[in-house]
């Protein structure tokens, strides 16, 4: 039986990769941030009494902030492979909170790759790094683009791609980047602005919200479904030797085309719900990311099955239910022919 770790268990790729790990067979332990509040909605439903028999997925309290705790979490252990998925992840906060940003997203990764080449060389470490890193470059961007980080989120990413890579190429260590461009789910959180949109649609039609305000509608994202990437997270440490690979569809759509979208599955105008408000804009933006994903086309044969307006309404149908209306259905229909033999829970 393999044993992974996944730092960030409880975020959105986080827990779907510890579902689709625990399908695979594995001994799954997660990493979660002691609070005085329970912040394990996304992972409620796979977790057992630990007094059972034949548990194999564990959680343990652990900062990123505390090299001393992740080294003694990942020694006590010891796992095969380990994936870094935790971080400050919100764009737009990093801005107000660059330091603490910093110090986790990209000190973080320093710590948990420091401890790995200190315990055992044969693990094998995924760092989440972000389609963000690419920022001002002129899109397509694939393995080659130059990075422009436009925040201080991105920066901190960048630090912790060129940390994975130099660990990797001066200790013989397995260690990938995944430079994953955008993509979402029902689990995505409800402060990035696709959740944002669809929770407040649903929110809209159950008569609980009136307005929804958003910032720059004209940025294009590379969007995708969560659940897809997950997996091909987990065939990149299938790979003999580690590697760096950009994950997208190749195609993007502007925050305003899935404002629309959105609207318009739900049969609502959003003109006449949907306002500017100036503090979401970022001090400085990134206009236009869109992947180029030869490489892991070629190196591990995928194709996207999950369309950006399949996204839309799969997420617009979870939020609904969420809010106890009856989903429209094309997104769960999508679901169930696209993914006869889902491993994951719909939420």
Known sequence: MKKALIIGVTGQDGSYLAEFLLSKGYEVHGIIRRASTFNTERINHLYEDTHADGIKFFLHYGDLADGEQISSIIYNIKPDEIYHLGAQSHVRVSFDLAEYTGNITALGTTRILETIRRSNNNIKFYHAASSEMFGAALPPQNEETIFKPRSPYAC??????????????????????????????????????????????????????????????????????????????????????????????????????????????????????VKIDKRYFRPTEVESLISDTAKINEKLNWQPKIIFSDLVKIMIDADMRAVGLDPIGQGDEILKNKFPNRWWRTD
């Open 156 to 273: 901190a990413k960048v630090y912790g791609f060129w940390m994975t890579k130099n660990y990797r190429e001066g200790y013989n260590m397995f260690a990938s980047n995944g430079i994953l461009f955008n993509h979402e789910s029902p689990r995505r959180g409800e402060t990035f602005v696709t959740r944002k949109i669809t929770r407040a649609v649903a929110a809209i039609l159950a008569k609980k919200q009136k307005h929804l305000y958003l910032g720059n509608l004209t940025a294009k994202r590379d969007w995708g479904y969560s659940p897809e990437y997950v997996e091909i997270i987990w065939e990149i440490l299938q790979q003999d030797t580690g590697d760096d690979f950009v994950l997208g569809t190749g195609k993007a759509s502007s925050v305003k085309e899935f404002m629309e979208q959105a609207f318009a599955y739900a049969g609502l105008d959003w003109k006449e719900y």
